[in-house]
């Protein structure tokens, strides 16, 4: 299995919400895995976020920053490239979508040309919609 990992499903399993298993399972699985520079970036934020309200503490949000880059130091990490971007600035079918995940969204459609059987690992609905409607499969099912 091949997955494109979206922020929401990432933020999950690191912050062990309720759907923390069902993503480690899909990771753990997952021959491939592709992420966008963005990922990397909105998970660091939360964390970094989380401990300067007092959600986490520090050793807390250091530690999901570890194991974060542990993980993605065996994932393929996508560019915000111009093809990208130029995708992004185009409509979804499922609008309004936000700025990030248009991003979001083009990278796994750059991402499906060039990896067979690429499935999207999201947990955010607006993101799952559209990307229903251009053809990909979306885990969880």
């Known amino acids: 299995m091949n997955l494109y990992a979206e922020s929401s499903a990432i933020l999950a399993w690191l912050l062990d919400e309720p759907s923390a298993p069902v993503v480690r399972r899909f990771l753990a699985d997952a021959e491939i895995i592709l992420a966008s520079d963005l990922t990397l970036i909105e998970c660091d934020r939360v964390l970094i976020r989380a401990a300067a309200l007092g959600e986490l503490t520090e050793s807390e949000a250091a530690d999901g920053r570890a194991r974060l880059s542990d993980a993605a130091s065996h994932w393929q990490i996508m560019r915000i490239a111009a093809e990208i971007v130029?995708?992004?600035?185009?409509?979804?079918?499922?609008?309004?979508?936000?700025?990030?995940?248009?991003?979001?969204?083009a990278s796994a459609m750059t991402a499906r040309t060039a990896v067979a059987g690429l499935k999207l690992l999201s947990l955010d609905d607006r993101i799952r919609r559209s990307a229903k409607k251009l053809g990909l499969q979306v885990l969880p099912a």
């Open 86 to 105: 130029d995708r992004a600035r185009q409509p979804f079918p499922e609008e309004p979508i936000r700025t990030l995940d248009a991003i979001h969204m």
